[in-house]
């Protein structure tokens, strides 16, 4: 009886109402500290970085309270100056927590160097792809006295002579020296004499 008697004074019942005043403060004072502590519904705008150079970049994320992450450089593009953000994920506009890390990959100072593939021998219709897929381009054609037509003889770079061990900026201009399908000095001789022979006759 003194059990039941106890649960139902008034002293038992006030216990109950200061222990769910405790509660409720609690509660009240943890949501709060969570909505500080973790920003909640507030939240960033990742600026447009594209093309700004690293330190204009990094400027503009800690105005925002963002944090820079550079990444490793892509492949070079001429359409960005050296240096300058080409890629960022998050993408601009995005909302996203402050301190957000913002990862950015910048453009190098130039096309990466590649190995120039050996093209001694092989035909021009077959130099052509394979310059192509490497990243080179055809440069200039030039034909000099030999019997493989279109036959590459030397690979030339800037008017120099190039070989397989030699690495050059991708898109570099690659220029090939063929034969013309004509043996060395093979024509002169027929050519004077023929020109001789014409002469004879109108004579």
Known sequence: MSIIKFLSSKAFLKQIIL?????????FILMKWLNISTNHGEFETVPNLTGKSINVAEMEL?????????????NYNPDYPKFSVIEQDPSAGT?????????????????????????????????????????????????????????VLEMLYNGKEIHTDTKLPKTSKIDLVLGNGN???????????STTSDSETDN
Do not use: C, W
């Open 19 to 27: 222990a769910l005043v405790a509660i409720f403060v609690l509660t």
């Open 95 to 151: 909302k996203v927590k402050e301190d957000r890390k913002i990862y950015i990959t910048l453009n190098p100072s130039g096309y990466r160097k590649m190995l120039v593939p050996d093209l001694t021998e092989k035909t021009l219709r077959q130099a052509v792809p394979t310059l192509e897929a490497v990243g080179f381009q055809l440069g200039k054609l030039t034909y000099v006295d030999n019997i493989g037509k279109d036959v």
């Open 62 to 74: 800690k105005n925002n309270r963002l944090v820079l992450q550079i990444q490793d450089s892509a």
């Open 183 to 193: 043996r060395p000095n093979s024509g002169t001789p027929d050519d004077e004499t």
